[in-house]
Every structure is written in structure tokens, then in C-alpha cells.
């Protein structure tokens, strides 16, 4: 009965608070973008509304809340990640200002709903399970609800996002997904939480669909596989990848790929040549630290069966460009893990690391331990101002090493490695072992002309105007021209980014000097941090 009656529903993604390593704003506007990633959550929940709504979605990290919008509307739905949740509950606010009713979902509603009490109605854990009980009780007149998902869904009934509701020009990609959940249960992360430990796959027409509506809406280019893990089912993913081959064989090759996986990527070649033959061309690996003790003392066992610099070579040499995440903080750690951190990133020659510090997620393993011991912070979860992710938002608990030691160490790795002599040292010599022949894409005229455009403005930004970066930039370019032409395009999305990571790594180094001055030294109690 509800799915008849004729609804306006807005749709609002909140904007990311602070400047954040993943937001690349300098980055995508040298690109011609106005933000790194669409809201594939936002899109999805719009694909579950009933057939008769009217749907919008303002994305606010692209484009403003307008009153009118609001005024607009009938039910206001909002939601996302932690570092999020300042201006949704911004948007709350406004909304309500207006007698707007509000929806709130998504990942940090799901782990901390109590900071969300001023909503409506909150929806938690993944829409497919939960959106169907919530149309039903707000078509009868429910006022105010919660909605609780039992269990976690059939991905195999999940619809095709609502791709048109994206202003596609506005990204420098956009997203898919194919699975949910990982199998691994690594104490720091919220993933099992969340999604679970046994991955869940769609199925492959399923995801070709997809692909196919992303594509008959002109969208060309990079799309982004945003699972949590895309090797979790190799027995389901290498039938998928084949097939997924073919499909951009048939129609021209119109897209190249991302995602995140393990690194025990590297141990299966198999996967990797599926992977590099259906033109995925960069992956996010959580190395998270050189240190063995440390790993295991998080259950991140799988990280300590191979040798980290040579499975990283051998994804590089795969054609395939590893993008790593690192943390500091941890109890095991050693009072030299900044200078081993380092030696393993340049070892490696990874060049785009988010190194951050070790954050105790709400509903993580972590967070549990931490509180049982009396470790974890009174409000261990509020997001101060200028938190954007765990680059910025400090440690929320008391750890071995004293506070002081841990935020040096993270100082000195962010200093070390974004050093435009380091960085792009790093980025020549990843450039030199990919193995760039069985990737291909045929971009449009408007992306050949954007990506010059883009170009132009690196070269004059970065080539002429920069004297730090100047010499390194030529080099970079040049050493690559010369020994490995076909990797010049991965070699110039490295320096567009770090348009944005040199400028983000030295104004962090220069917040952590005021962290580092205000940080209790050892025998005092710590006390959480604003950056």
C-alpha cells in the first residue's frame, strides 16, 4: 500500500569535516572534479524507494543545501561514516528547522546510534533488510522509529543504484560494489561488524547490469570497486573477472578499475592475471605495519606469512598499483617502528600511503578490549573539530608507549615519506616495474581533452611554479618517458595527488607539533587531543 502513495524524498550526503587524506580537493580541482568519490551508499538506499517517490540527493562535499530543497521535501534521509556525522546531524537540525521528518542510516549510525537520537528514525544496517519495515511504518503514520536489520542480506537482491541521481561530471570516480564482508578478523577494524566475516557476492549479470546502466549514462573511466575486501570468495571472484573481461572486450573497454584487498593478493597469480586482464590497475592494501608483533597482537596474521616488500613488487610488476594503508599506535610496537615503517614503505616503492593513527573504532574488538581494561577514553567516539579521519583525530585510548613517543613517530614518517624527493622517488621506481601491456581503455575526446587540460595545469603548477617539487616532477616524467612510456599515465595521477598529499603531509606535520607540545608526558594522565 505505501509503495502508491506519491512521496518527495531528499536524499543528503554529509560532508566530510576537515581536510582529510582521502578528500584530494586540491587534486580534483586540478582535474576539473569537484570531489574524489559519488555516494554509492545514498544511490543504493534511493534504488530501494518505492517506484512513486520523487527522488533527489544533494551532495554536500559537491554542492550546497539549498532551503528550497528542503522545503521540497516530504522525508529527509542522511547518513555516513564517522567523520560524517558532525554536519549530519547538521543536516538534522536544518531539516527540522522546517518540520522536515529525518532518516538517519549508514555505517556510524549503526555502530553508535545514541549520538544520532534527535532523527526521526533510524535505520541500522544494511537498507536491504531494513528499508521495507521502515516504508511500512511510515506509510501507516509512524512519527518515530528504529529499525534494526537481523540479519545480514542477500547482496543478490540488492537493485541497481540510482547512477542517474549523480551529477557524473562532478567525480573524479565512481563506485560499485560486488561483495560485502571479509574473512579475515582484524581486531582494529569494523568490518565484520558490520558486513560480517563471510563474504557475500552478487552475482555476475547482476554486476554487469550494473556496469551496463553506469555506462548507457555516458559515465566513461575509472570505476571504483568499494568492497571490502574483492578476493574474500576467490572461488566466486575468478568465474566473475572472466566474465567481467569479456564484457569490456564486447563494449569497447570503457572502464578501468580499482578496489581493496588483502595482500595475500600476491600469493595467488592466478587472481592477479584475471584481475590485471579485466583492467584493474590500482588496489588499497591495509599493510598497516612492518612489525610482526604488532600484527598478531591486532589478528592480522595473514600480513606475516610473506615477505611485505616482495608481495608489493609482485602486484607492481602485475601491472596493478598499490596503494597502502599504515598505522601507528600500536602496544607492540617498537620505539624503532617510524624508522622501519619508512624502510618498508621506500623498500616497496609504494607512493600514496595513508598513514594513520591507531583509532579504537565503536563495536570493534578493539574498543571492547580496550574499555575492559580501562584504557579507552570517557568519550572515546566524539568527533572534535577538524577530525576528518584517523590522520587527524589522534588516539582515543592510553596506550603502552607514552602518547608523546607515538605522535613523534607519526610525525616523522609523514615528514620522511611525503618529502617530494622520497615521493617521487618512489613514484619512478613503481613506475619502472609495472607492467602496463594488457591494460587498455578508450577514453572519449571530452576525457583525452579534460585529462590535458589537467596536464597543462600540473605542469605549470608543479613543473614551473613549484621549486620544491619542479626538479622531481621532470625527472619523474622523464625517467618514465624513457623507460617505461606506458606507465606515464599512472605516473602523472601520482603527481596530481600529491598536489594535494604534499600540501595535506605538511600542514598535519605542523598540527602535530602543537599535539605533540600539548601531549602529557609519561606518569601524567593522557587526555584526547583536538588537532
Known amino acids: 500500500m505505501h509503495q502508491a502513495t506519491r512521496r518527495n524524498a531528499l536524499l543528503v550526503h554529509p560532508r566530510f569535516?576537515?581536510?582529510?587524506?582521502?578528500?584530494?580537493?586540491?587534486t580534483c580541482e586540478l582535474m576539473g572534479a569537484r570531489y574524489s568519490a559519488a555516494p554509492l551508499g545514498l544511490i543504493t538506499v534511493a534504488a530501494l524507494l518505492p517506484r512513486s517517490w520523487d527522488v533527489r540527493l544533494v551532495n554536500r562535499n559537491t554542492e550546497e543545501l539549498r532551503e528550497e530543497d528542503l522545503a521540497w521535501a516530504d522525508v529527509v534521509m542522511t547518513g555516513g561514516m564517522l567523520p560524517q556525522q558532525p554536519d549530519a546531524l547538521r543536516i538534522v537540525g536544518m531539516a527540522h528547522a522546517l518540520g522536515k521528518p529525518v532518516v538517519v542510516g549508514g555505517p556510524d549510525a549503526t555502530c553508535s546510534p545514541e549520538a544520532y537520537a534527535a532523527a526521526d528514525f533510524l535505520v541500522l544496517g544494511e537498507a536491504e533488510e531494513t528499508m521495507a519495515d521502515f516504508l511500512a511504518a511510515f506509510a501507516a503514520g509512524a512519527e518515530r522509529g528504529v529499525f534494526k536489520a537481523g540479519r545480514y542480506p542477500d547482496v543478490t537482491r540488492s537493485p541497481v543504484p540510482r547512477f542517474d541521481l549523480l551529477k557524473l561530471d562532478q567525480y573524479l570516480h565512481v563506485g560499485v560494489q560486488y561483495s560485502r564482508g571479509c574473512p579475515f578478523d582484524c581486531e582494529f577494524c569494523n568490518v565484520i561488524d558490520l558486513n560480517g566475516r563471510v563474504p557475500r557476492a552478487k552475482t555476475t549479470a547482476q554486476v554487469l547490469v550494473e556496469l551496463d546502466a553506469l555506462r548507457a549514462l555516458g559515465y566513461r573511466g575509472h570505476v571504483d570497486f568499494v568492497d571490502d575486501n574483492l578476493i574474500g570468495n576467490r572461488k566466486a571472484l575468478k568465474p566473475f573477472l572472466r566474465d567481467l573481461r569479456k564484457w569490456l572486450d564486447d563494449r569497447g573497454r570503457p572502464f578501468e578499475f580499482s578496489t581493496e584487498a588483502s595482500l595475500d593478493l600476491a600469493e595467488d597469480d592466478e587472481l592477479l592475471r584475471l584481475m590485471r586482464e579485466?583492467?584493474?590497475?590500482a588496489v588499497?592494501?591495509?599493510?598497516?605495519?612492518?612489525?610482526?608483533?604488532?600484527?598478531l597482537q591486532a589478528n592480522k596474521k595473514h600480513n606475516t606469512r610473506s615477505d611485505?616488500?616482495?608481495?608489493?613488487?609482485?602486484?607492481?610488476?602485475a601491472g596493478i598499483f598499490v596503494n597502502a594503508g599504515f598505522i601507528v599506535g600500536f602496544d607492540a610496537e617498537p620505539s624503532t617502528v617510524a624508522r622501519e615503517m619508512v624502510a618498508c614503505i621506500e623498500a616497496a616503492s609504494i607512493?600514496?600511503?595513508?598513514?594513520?593513527?591507531?583509532?579504537a573504532l565503536p563495536g570493534t574488538r578493539l574498543a571492547k578490549r580496550l574499555r575492559a581494561e580501562g584504557r579507552l577514553e570517557e568519550r572515546p567516539f566524539e568527533v572534535l573539530a577538524g577530525d576528518a579521519d584517523q590522520c587527524t583525530s589522534g588516539l582515543n585510548f592510553t596506550g603502552r608507549r607514552p602518547r608523546v613517543e607515538v605522535l613523534a613517530d607519526y610525525q616523522e614518517v609523514l615528514r620522511r615519506i611525503y618529502a617530494p624527493a622520497a615521493y617521487f622517488g618512489r613514484a619512478r621506481r613503481a613506475a619502472r616495474l609495472l607492467d602496463r601491456s594488457a591494460h587498455?581503455?578508450?577514453?572519449?575526446?571530452r576525457h583525452v581533452l579534460r585529462d590535458l587540460r589537467g596536464f597543462a595545469r600540473m605542469a605549470w603548477r608543479m613543473g614551473v611554479r613549484d621549486p620544491e617539487v619542479r626538479h622531481e616532477?621532470?625527472?619523474?616524467?622523464?625517467?618514465?618517458?624513457?623507460?617505461?612510456?606506458?606507465?606515464?599515465?599512472?605516473?602523472?595521477?601520482?603527481?596530481?595527488?600529491?598536489?594535494?598529499?604534499?600540501?595535506?603531509?605538511?600542514?598535519?606535520?605542523?598540527?602535530l607539533d602543537g599535539m605533540i607540545a600539548r601531549s602529557p608526558r609519561p606518569g601524567k594522565a593522557p587526555a584526547r587531543l583536538a588537532s
Open 17 to 26: 569535516e576537515g581536510s582529510s587524506f582521502w578528500n584530494y580537493q586540491a
Open 308 to 317: 611485505i616488500v616482495g608481495s608489493v613488487r609482485k602486484i607492481h610488476r
Open 278 to 281: 579485466a583492467n584493474f590497475f
Open 284 to 295: 588499497f592494501v591495509g599493510i598497516e605495519t612492518p612489525d610482526a608483533a604488532s600484527l
Open 473 to 511: 616532477w621532470w625527472k619523474t616524467l622523464l625517467d618514465t618517458a624513457v623507460h617505461n612510456p606506458s606507465a606515464l599515465k599512472i605516473v602523472m595521477s601520482f603527481a596530481a595527488l600529491y598536489v594535494h598529499l604534499g600540501p595535506f603531509s605538511t600542514d598535519l606535520v605542523k598540527r
Open 351 to 359: 607512493p600514496v600511503c595513508m598513514v594513520g593513527l591507531l583509532y
Open 440 to 445: 587498455s581503455i578508450r577514453p572519449p575526446l
